[in-house]
């Protein structure tokens, strides 16, 4: 495997890891955050970067208490919130999804959400690259090294 290979393993791996996390801890609506992941290999085989949407954020640290309603782009939490009570397929009772979306969304604005609490368990996205390097630098390490002595012999042979 040669490094070029090696990374885009590793990004592979790290996608389908963090989908997986996302998954098992129930941290899955609709699917668009884990549909947002998108690759990006750097010129020569020299790494990648992985994008994802913005609310990945939340999904790791949460949401704190804020002071007004306000709107993130354009849309406020109470329209997130009546989105995601759709994607859950959420079906109150004695009370409407409009009232369900504004008391959810009341109830973060005043304390934030359990996840800033720590009541809830988050994506977990460090943990997920941490593993990642594990799992990945013993190859990483040796094709830099095979890389280095490459290098290191030319110039030998230069000098």
Do not use: C
């Not at 085989?45 to 804020?66: I, N, T, V």
């Not at 009772?93 to 934030?112: F, N, W």
């Not at 009541?119 to 280095?148: H, T």
């Amino acid at each position: 495997m040669n490094q070029q290979q090696t990374f885009k393993a590793w990004a592979e791996d790290l996608q389908e890891k963090i989908i997986q996390r996302q998954k098992s801890r129930g941290i899955k609506a609709s699917g668009a955050s884990a549909e947002s992941l998108r690759i990006e290999y750097l010129p020569g085989g020299k790494g990648f970067r992985l994008y994802g949407a913005g609310y990945f954020f939340f999904q790791e640290y949460g949401r704190g208490p804020s002071k007004a309603e306000g709107a993130s782009q354009g849309i406020s939490l109470r329209d997130r919130i009546r989105a995601w009570i759709d994607d859950k397929a959420i079906i109150p009772v004695d009370i409407t999804k409009d009232s369900l979306a504004y008391l959810i969304s009341r109830k973060i604005h005043e304390e934030g959400t359990l996840l800033f609490k720590g009541e809830a368990q988050k994506v977990g996205l460090q943990e997920s690259i941490n593993e990642m390097i594990k799992k990945y630098k013993p190859e990483v390490a040796r094709r830099a090294a095979l890389a280095w002595k490459s290098e290191f012999v030319k110039g030998l042979r230069l000098s």
